[in-house]
């Protein structure tokens, strides 16, 4: 039976970082098939690990000073002098 062409899922983009993580997952997956990967490979997925973790925290933390400054300007008070 022939899938209505309004119910199909629209394909979405191709990314080739999205399919290469996949496929790091899939290798590196605890299990019989991750028993041929050699450690060098091991350890650079490792790293690569970190260094994507890094990469996050450098974000998260500009963020955070940004919504810190952002609050800083929020609460100047002005006296306004009434005569």
Do not use: C, Y
């Not at 039976?1 to 996949?22: C, G, H, I, N």
């Not at 450690?39 to 955070?64: C, G």
């Amino acid at each position: 039976m022939a899938e209505k062409e309004t119910t199909r899922k629209k394909p979405e983009e191709f990314s080739f970082t999205d399919w290469l993580v996949e496929g790091i997952e899939g290798i590196t997956a605890k299990g019989k098939s991750a028993a041929f990967l050699p450690q060098e490979f091991r350890s650079h997925v490792k790293a690569a690990n970190r260094e994507a973790l890094l990469a996050l925290r450098s974000l998260l933390d500009k963020a955070i000073e940004w919504f810190e400054e952002e609050e800083k300007t929020e609460k100047k008070v002005t006296k306004i002098k009434v005569e």
